[in-house]
């Protein structure tokens, strides 16, 4: 079984392609919010660095989110649109899944937090389990301080993943106990999903196209904008 990843959920654009013989190529780039432009470009390089056609591929597997809305757009309507022409089914990841997976050989409380803008991060909680890492808590929205206050009452040691923690580490920062990883953790691997849906397709979990939803968390900044309007223009 082939498969193509596709992770689009921060300001990186992401691509993957792999299978049983695990990850034969990837391939990330991050230049602002092109995702539209990008996309195309690096699935057709990652494509053609695994000498693979289009129509050897069988599952096409994409992020589902929480992330910025623009960038999961993008990704979820292209793999969407690929799974529908190449008549193969999906397999939806979470965005936290995919940051806390590259570190799931550590046994401490793994934290995979993303930048939400606004203040805000998307974040969730990890343990390590055997062949991987399972979610312990719910996907949750709240400021930096929030997750700060939920990791001070923690008894255990920590280890934080994604942009969000880089970004929001005067907030964590003083915290015992808490260690950030760096850079290298900053962003979901497309590589950490075609091997986690790899593991999904040999269990023959798939969904549909019109099945799968994005995992938001929040209204789309546009939205957020038109409902402040109406509800200043109920107020004046």
Known sequence: MIILGIESSTQQVGAAIGGHEGVLSAAHTSRGRRHAELLTPTIDFVRRSAR???HEISCVAVDLGPGLF???RVGIAAAKAMAHALRVPMIGVPSLDLL????????RLIVAAIDAKRGEVFYAFYRQVP????????????????LASELLAT??????????ALRYHDAFDGLKRVELADQGFAHPSASSLVQ??????????????????????RKPDAE????TRDEQGRAE
């Open 52 to 54: 693979i056609e289009l």
């Open 224 to 227: 957020i904008n038109w409902t």
């Open 131 to 146: 062949g991987g890492v399972q979610r312990v808590s719910a996907h949750q929205l709240g400021s930096p301080d929030d």
């Open 196 to 217: 986690l849906a790899h593991a999904r397709a040999l269990r023959e979990q798939f969904v549909a196209a019109w099945e799968l939803a994005p995992l938001y968390l």
């Open 100 to 107: 806390a997976f590259p570190v799931r050989h550590t046994s």
């Open 70 to 72: 623009t960038g999961l």
């Open 155 to 164: 008894p255990d040691e920590v280890l934080m993943v994604g942009d969000g």
